[in-house]
């Protein structure tokens, strides 16, 4: 079964508690609603899977994208939603390819959030919500900031979406601007 956000988000609470991994979850949930709507797809179903692709990364690190599916299959989830899941891992913990637009997608923004944060977080206003493409992309090309980033998987995710960093950039923005509010993003913006 698929689980409702509510279902979604308690599971994700039984497993995590560090703040900065549940803000995570969300700002990935967020764009991967933002992109389902770009590939009119079903947003719930995009979310869902955003919101629990690191269900299994703080308790079990050593084993992510492994002990999930041992996780989730207890809880009786669509095998769908796990190889959607576990595939955010490939070439870095498994070799379960992205195939779909929901697992490409998953693939390409995760590290890409990670990044989109820590620039937004660097601004003077703190905030996502005026944030550029432009800023993004000159953090994206020093690799001494935010260096946990992996900007090939990056790379890769855009060869396999078929679309160009900069616009990639631009769509996970616009996700992560429907989450600022819940992922403390909004800081001190004003709309320009």
Known sequence: MYPTREEAWNILREYNEDEHLINHALA????MRHF???????????GIVGLLHDLDYEKYP??????????????DLDE??????????????????PESNMEKVLYTIDELTGL???????????????????S??????????????NREVIKNGCEMLDKPLEEV????IEGMKSVAK??????EAVNS
């Open 80 to 97: 769908e939603l796990i190889r959607s899941v576990v595939s955010h891992g490939y070439g870095l913990v498994c070799d379960v390819k």
């Open 36 to 46: 389902a709507n770009l590939y009119n797809e079903d947003p719930e179903k995009w």
């Open 28 to 31: 990935v949930e967020g764009v």
């Open 116 to 134: 989109i944060n820590a620039t937004a977080i660097m601004r003077p206003s703190k905030s996502v919500l005026d944030l550029g493409v432009k």
């Open 62 to 75: 050593d084993y992510h994208c492994k002990k999930v599916i041992e996780i989730m299959r207890e809880k």
């Open 136 to 149: 993004v992309k000159k953090k994206f090309k020093s690799s001494g900031f935010a260096a946990g980033v």
């Open 182 to 187: 819940e992922i403390g993003l909004v800081g």
């Open 169 to 172: 950039i631009e769509e996970a």
